[in-house]
T-cell receptor, first 113, second 115 residues
Framework: EPEVTQTPSHQVTQMGQEVILRCVPI?????FYWYRQILGQKVEFLVS????????KSEIFDDQFSVERPDGSNFTLKIRSTKLEDSAMYFC???????????FGSGTRLTVV | AQSVTQLGSHVSVSEGALVLLRCNYS??????LFWYVQYPNQGLQLLLK??????LVKGINGFEAEFKKSETSFHLTKPSAHMSDAAEYFC?????????????FGKGTMLLVSP
């Protein structure tokens, strides 16, 4: 069964450093998303991406965040200058043109120290 | 704006017992409703979804959920729990059936299954 692949599975970074979280969506999917889950809290929507541009973003997705699809397969989330409160599990997801529910990746646990 | 409330952060059942995980939603328009399961150190896996049509929806692993508009509920059930069902379960709502609709999740319910 097709999978969404996220790397790394766990990343530790120092406050103020830039991090890039990587995702390989399912190959024939057209819509891509990032969600995050702070420990003990809800899974929250960050951003959706379609046709090489952001289609929707939440209030969480401020200027410190950016997304990119640098080639035909990868989808990345960059946090420019990490804060302690960015520590969370970040999930990438993709979907095709019909809404059958997203396929989520296993997540990247980001720890900012 | 839509929201999701999951009653009970933890639910404990014995193996073989009925599983009932509660989910209530608020939405100004007809919602699309989902249940996801998250096993330890894994991603979110779609269990089942309601979009339109039959209000009783069957999913994977013997789970089902019933959409009750009058009660704004979408509770998840399984007649007989198995040890392998122990996981965290998330209810989610989306207002749109478009490709890039966003999901609003509940806080999740951890299902504990004892022998």
């Amino acid at each position: 069964e097709p999978e969404v692949t996220q790397t790394p599975s766990h990343q530790v970074t120092q406050m103020g450093q830039e991090v890039i979280l990587r995702c390989v969506p399912i190959s024939n999917h057209l819509y891509f998303y990032w969600y995050r889950q702070i420990l003990g809290q809800k899974v929250e929507f960050l951003v959706s991406f379609y046709n090489n541009e952001i289609s929707e973003k939440s209030e969480i997705f401020d200027d410190q965040f950016s997304v990119e699809r640098p080639d035909g397969s990868n989808f990345t989330l960059k946090i420019r200058s990490t804060k302690l409160e960015d520590s969370a599990m970040y999930f990438c997801a993709s979907s095709d043109t019909g809404f059958y529910g997203y396929t989520f990746g296993s997540g990247t646990r980001l720890t900012v120290v | 704006a839509q929201s999701v409330t999951q009653l009970g952060s933890h639910v404990s059942v014995s193996e073989g017992a009925l599983v009932l995980l509660r989910c209530n939603y608020s939405s100004s328009v007809p919602p699309y409703l989902f249940w996801y399961v998250q096993y330890p150190n894994q991603g979110l896996q779609l269990l089942l979804k309601y979009t339109t049509g039959a209000t009783l929806v069957k999913g994977i692993n013997g789970f089902e959920a019933e959409f009750k508009k009058s009660e704004t509920s979408f509770h998840l059930t399984k007649p007989s729990a198995h040890m392998s069902d122990a996981a965290e379960y998330f209810c989610a709502v989306s207002l749109s059936n478009s490709g890039y609709s966003t999901l609003t999740f509940g806080k999740g319910t951890m299902l504990l299954v004892s022998p």
